[in-house]
């Protein structure tokens, strides 16, 4: 995986100021704890970098690179089937046995007595084979030996010891059943089949692994932003309660409206801590996602995201989205591939119901001599040859395993047909839906961003009112509440809209280009 140079990349670590915590003191006049001096680390993070961190140490993507580098070693493993083969076999044999006849060129017309015969046989094969692309295979044999026999009965014999050289080529080749270079090639292609599917397979995980880190980065912006909201609006109850309780010092107003603005400070307050909560848990999660070490993980680590939020509508076509979609979207090809696959094994399987007809044909020559460069010399002269050639046929009675298993293929190709439909049919539908979910939150933006105008108005309106005595504390803190709801909702509407976009990417299978990323 590479990546162009990006500015946005960089990162920057910094250690935030020491932060003095004390102890009160303990109980039955024990000194005081001393302050515990502690350092907290911030980290500025881009989301080009976060997606970039997790996608080099996320252990699923490296999982499934794995996978993708087995497949392609499945492909060398059936390549190797057609690889030569070549062996060696070197044997020394000494056989002595009774003669209870005589041998023609060794002993007399007639034996009076048990005659030895001791033979000695030192031989050497080397043989040669090659499975060849057509479905057959050739053999090559060459076996040259050396006997001797006991002097008592060799006398008759025209070489003692004799060197025999064998030189035997063989060809079997299968005329229906396992015949083609198609048949031959069948599990090649299987091989590759799955390791591009797996490839998909990769690709989608990494899709998958980015599109999720998103997701986790704009939620701990919106986090970080409503914690800013909840802040203001416990600042603004703040300045309120101020407000009052100097109003009813002067007496011109009843301590029901300071109580009132002391309990609207208490909820806010409540409602930084909450959101200071969910600002640590959404940077967990985020750091989750990056698989940190777990020695990292325990530092105490802060993560300011700096990338904004997008507030600008993209022009988007339907179509086009589809069709983007429907040629990038790895699940695609991953069906496309399992049909092919199930199509090839459908094929194999017809094959398979042909009966076994192979042509076998073989020759040979053959040499003799008294030491091994005249039996060399024979043995290549042509003068002594075999040769021979045969058809050999047969076929199961009633075939039932190829046929079952012929059915069950053609089966597998509809089932396989069929999901591609259905992946097709799922894609264009989630499209679809992605697109009407970006215009509806980009349209959510305008309808909350005028909703918080409205209260901002309202609010301002009613301090007003209240400053000249027209209103009540009540009806202040109300719209304070009403003008947090609209910011919240107007921020919510923003960062659902950027979730949206990239949701819309991973749909479209175009997420590795935001980021000019490349899979290698």
Not at 170 to 195: C, D, H, M, S, Y
Not at 231 to 253: C, F, H, I, P
Request: one cysteine or more.
């Amino acid at each position: 995986m590479r990546t162009r140079p990006c500015s946005s990349m960089m990162r920057t670590v910094i250690a935030a100021v020491a932060v003095t915590l004390s102890v009160p003191a303990l109980s039955g006049g024990q000194d005081p704890v001393k302050p515990v001096q502690t350092v907290e680390l911030r980290e500025t993070l881009s989301l080009a970098d976060a997606a970039l961190r997790a996608l080099q140490n996320n252990l699923d993507i490296s999982i499934s690179r794995q996978t993708k580098e087995s497949r392609l070693a499945d492909i060398t493993v059936e390549q190797a089937k057609f690889d030569p083969t070549l062996s060696l076999n070197s044997q020394y044999n000494r056989t002595v046995n009774p003669l209870n006849r005589p041998v023609f060129g060794g002993t007399g017309n007639t034996l009076t007595g048990i005659q030895v015969f001791d033979q000695r046989t030192t031989s050497v094969t080397v043989d040669a084979t090659q499975n060849l692309p057509t479905g057959g295979n050739v053999d090559l044999n060459y076996s040259p030996a050396r006997t001797n026999v006991n002097p008592e009965v060799a006398s008759g014999f025209l070489y003692n010891p004799a060197y025999t050289g064998g030189l035997a080529l063989t060809l079997t080749q299968p005329l229906l059943r396992n015949a083609g270079f198609e048949v031959t090639k069948t599990f090649i292609k299987i091989a590759q089949n799955n390791a591009d599917v797996e490839q998909h397979v990769f690709r989608d995980r990494v899709l998958t692994v980015i599109a999720t880190v998103e997701q986790s980065y704009w939620e701990l912006v919106f986090a970080n932003e409503n914690l800013k909201v909840a802040q203001a609006a416990m600042k603004a109850a703040e300045e309120l309660l101020a407000s009052n309780r100097a109003k009813a010092k002067a007496g011109v107003m009843s301590i029901v409206d300071v109580l009132q603005a002391e309990a609207a400070v208490a909820s806010r307050v409540e409602q930084v801590l909450v959101a200071e909560k969910a600002i640590r848990d959404q940077e967990d999660l985020l750091r989750r996602l990056l698989n940190p070490s777990e020695d990292e993980l325990r530092h105490d680590l802060r993560v300011t995201p700096s990338d904004q939020p997008v507030t600008v509508l993209a022009p988007i076509s339907l179509q086009e989205a589809i069709d983007t979609a429907i040629e990038q979207r790895p699940e695609i090809v991953q069906a496309k591939k399992n049909a092919e696959t199930s199509d090839i094994n459908s094929k194999f399987a017809k094959n398979q119901l042909l009966p076994t007809l192979s042509f076998q044909g073989t020759m040979g020559l053959a040499g003799l001599g008294g030491d091994y460069g005249q039996s060399v010399s024979r043995n290549f002269s042509g003068d002594f040859y075999n040769y021979g050639a045969g058809l050999v046929l047969s076929y199961p009675l009633g075939n039932r395993s190829a046929i079952s298993t012929y059915n069950k293929r053609q089966l597998e190709a509809k089932n396989a047909e069929a999901s591609l439909a259905s992946v097709r049919q799922q894609i264009i539908v989630g499209v679809r839906e992605a697109v009407r979910r970006v215009q509806t939150d980009f349209k959510r933006i305008e309808t909350t961003r005028s909703a918080r105008i409205m209260a901002e108005k309202q609010l301002q309106a009613e301090q007003e009112r209240l400053k000249v005595g027209l209103s009540t504390t009540r009806f202040v803190l109300d719209f304070q509440r009403d003008l947090a709801t609209a910011q919240g909702n107007e921020l919510r509407a923003i960062l659902d809209y950027n979730k949206s976009l990239s949701n819309l990417a991973r749909h479209k299978a175009t997420t590795l280009d935001r980021y000019n990323l490349q899979l290698q």
